[in-house]
């Protein structure tokens, strides 16, 4: 079985800070990490190659130093990683990033299943995973914590709603986006990081990709940022000390309104 | 590139230094200079340049060659679940109205389901004026391609100028692919819904970076400019079962009923019976709560307020509580009326999830937790001793 997991580089969050003076982010010196639902995504496609065999591949479009993602991704138990990288993917909305990865994975050909984290930990969009499908023509699953069973070109899969689960049949090949829930990530190994270290990354730019400049980057993007602003500051709250029949008795009236 | 200091009108004041999140522009010799390679182009600079000195523009053609003026009207994607209205579309016929009247056009609702007619009236009671209702056996519940084939159609025929949609973990799966395939802007989880009249546009606000920032977002050339919106951002109308309406029935074709997944079984948890985002109020319990068997406290004051259970990361993996429960990064963004958080010291990724809410209440024995920082009113103790008195509290105050 083939597997694609597309991966994002973000920033860390614990580590995104505000300057009180400037009221923006502090971006330098924040770690990068790969976004935390990828870890999933990454884990259950190394799982399923270790139960079914094959071929696991990872792929990101980021900045050159998402590198880094990738070769993470490698260390884990990844088998092949691929970049896709230009200057012209800058300024990409969910639209033109899942055309640009969709185009990418068309390259590779030959997949029965591309897993996404449900959504990235900078942006929460969780576009970028449907949008891939659907520029591929391909069924998907969302929110997906287990994965049952693949089986003569079908999967069965467990997909998480608001009132407990589904369980779906879907033919391959499809795209899944995974939750927490799925698996726990495993560590990389000492060879896991040693072959992450010398592994080759294939690096696609658009014109490796054959792109149309009019469905990329910022050109491509539906979508446009007009203001970008901090969210007014939660006013000082208010401590109740003291007893513990006096405190509550505080809060139950100053909640009274609220709740009857 | 794309962006460009316009040198005659920068005066190196600094404000878009101040604007960039990307920590992408430096002043240098008075004027502002743009590191491209770390520049993600999302314009805050331009739009803080108080001197018009910065220029952003695409470099080509665009690839969309629509009529904007040929779409109208505001649609809202009637999600149903058991042929029940989720309470998230009645939120957003509300909004719909709102911005239907500076727009001066009319609110549609689109209800896909199975015999699900009556509450194609009870959608024009709560503020449609029109509800396109598509019925068939093999669309009682949702599944990802009919609903995205049939809605592709309809959106082409009808052509409305603004699609809404719930954020829904179904709506947030549907609205992707019906954006991608009809080439439109798509902005997800949106708190805030606004029209720029000189423009005809919808500014779509939504938090990023886990609400560290807000982004104000706009579709200026593709139609319709669709957005999914979270729960309890907007308030229902009352219902007003004199409203008038047309509902419109359309057929599904037999090609879009074709689906390459299909349900197997439903299994609806106990233990999730109230739907954290849609819960008025959430008591949520952290590490404080020191075992599985403790969280019955958390339980007894969440029954006598009729809210939903909440549980931090640190609680979900410890066993104690399920994860869909789980609030924060990895787990549910909620923003309830009022969020209890209960031994839950208050890390960011659990704020990210729950800092929206309208009161915080925070109760946690250690004075420095930083929860108390985003609380409304915070008791510093012992929960042991303070939720049971507050669940007695309550029960005095509601007679239940």
Redesign the interface.
């Known amino acids: 079985m083939n597997i694609i997991v597309c991966i994002k580089q973000v920033?860390e969050?614990?580590e995104?800070k505000?300057n009180p003076q400037?009221?923006?982010?502090?971006?330098?010196g924040v770690k990068s990490i790969i976004n935390?639902?990828d870890m999933y995504a990454i884990e259950e496609a190394i799982r399923l190659k270790e139960k079914y065999t094959g071929k696991t591949t990872v792929i990101t479009m980021g900045?050159p130093q998402a590198e880094e993602a990738i070769r993470e991704a490698l260390a884990m138990g990844i088998d092949e990683g691929i970049l896709v990288t230009d200057?012209s993917f800058?300024?990409s909305?969910?639209?033109a990033t899942?055309?640009t990865l969709s185009q990418a994975i068309l390259k590779i050909s030959v997949f029965d299943l591309i897993i996404c984290g449900k959504q990235a930990?900078?942006?929460?969009?969780?576009?970028?995973?449907?949008?891939i499908?659907?520029?591929l023509d391909?069924?998907?699953?969302?929110?997906v914590?287990r994965i049952r069973e693949v089986n003569q070109g079908f999967a069965?899969v467990e997909r998480?709603?608001?009132?407990?689960?589904?369980?779906?049949?879907?033919?391959l090949p499809?795209l899944f986006t995974v939750?927490?829930?799925i698996n726990e990530p495993r560590l990389p190994s000492l060879r896991g990081l040693l072959r992450a270290k010398q592994a080759k990354i294939l690096k696609w730019s658009a014109k490796d990709l054959g792109l149309?400049?009019?469905?990329i980057?910022?050109?491509?993007?539906?979508?446009?940022?007009?203001?970008?602003?901090?969210?007014a500051a939660?006013?000082q709250?208010?401590?109740?000390?003291g007893e513990?029949?006096e405190?509550?008795?505080k809060?139950?009236e100053?909640?009274?309104k609220?709740?009857? | 590139m794309p962006i460009k200091i316009i040198l005659e009108k920068c005066s190196g004041c600094s404000l878009c230094v101040k604007a960039c999140p990307f920590n992408a522009i430096r002043i240098l010799d008075k004027k502002a200079v743009i590191d491209l390679n770390k520049c993600n182009l999302c314009g805050a600079c331009v739009s803080a340049c108080k001197f018009k000195a910065i220029l952003l523009e695409k470099t080509t053609t665009l690839a969309s060659t629509i009529n904007l003026d040929e779409y109208q009207g505001i649609w809202v994607f009637a999600e149903q679940k058991n042929s029940i209205i989720q309470p998230v579309v009645w939120e957003l016929l509300a909004k719909a109205r709102e911005l239907s009247q500076k727009l001066k056009t009319q609110v549609s609702a689109v209800l896909i389901g199975n015999r699900v007619k009556e509450k194609a009236k009870e959608l024009i009671h709560y503020g449609a004026d029109k509800v396109y209702l598509v019925e068939n056996e093999k669309l009682t519940n949702f599944l990802d391609e009919p609903y995205t084939e049939i809605l592709v159609r309809l959106i082409r025929k009808y052509k409305p100028e603004i699609f809404l949609c719930g954020a829904t973990s179904i709506g947030r799966a549907l609205v992707s692919r019906i954006a991608v395939k009809l080439y439109t802007g798509l902005t997800a989880d949106c708190t805030g819904l606004d029209i720029d009249l000189e423009k005809r546009l919808l500014l779509q606000t939504r938090p990023a970076f886990g609400g560290n920032i807000m982004a104000t977002i706009i579709t200026p050339s593709y139609r319709p400019q669709m957005a999914t919106v979270r729960h309890k951002v907007f308030s229902a109308l009352p219902k007003d079962i004199n409203r008038q309406g047309q509902i419109i029935e359309e057929n599904p074709l037999e090609k879009e009923l074709k689906s390459r997944s299909q349900i197997l079984e439903i299994v609806e948890e106990v233990s999730a019976t109230v739907n954290l985002a849609e819960a008025d109020i959430i008591v949520s319990g952290g590490r404080g709560l020191c075992s599985k068997e403790n969280f019955a406290v958390i339980e007894d004051l969440a029954k006598v307020l009729n809210a939903a259970v909440g549980a931090s990361r640190a609680a979900v993996d410890s066993g104690w509580m399920p994860y869909s429960h789980q609030v924060g990064q990895t787990g549910k963004t909620v923003a309830p009326k009022i969020y209890f958080a209960c031994g839950i010291s208050g890390q960011i990724q659990h704020l990210v999830g729950m800092q929206s809410s309208k009161i915080i209440v925070a109760i946690n024995k250690d004075p420095e937790a930083p929860i108390f920082k985003v609380a409304t009113y915070g008791i510093v103790g012992d929960l042991f001793a303070v939720i049971p008195a507050l669940t007695k509290k309550f029960k005095e105050i509601l007679k239940r």
């Open positions: 920033p969050t614990t995104v505000i400037t009221n923006t982010l502090i971006r330098e935390p639902f900045p200057r800058a300024g909305d969910t639209w899942s055309y930990s900078d942006g929460d969009t969780a576009q970028v995973g449907p949008g499908s659907a520029h391909i069924p998907q699953v969302t929110y914590k069965s998480m709603t608001e009132e407990g689960y589904e369980v779906i049949s879907v033919s499809c939750v927490k829930e149309d400049e009019k469905k980057g910022l050109n491509g993007s539906p979508t446009q940022v007009v203001k970008i602003f901090t969210p939660r006013p709250g208010m401590i109740f000390h513990t029949a405190v509550v008795e809060l139950a100053a909640l009274k609220e709740i009857v």
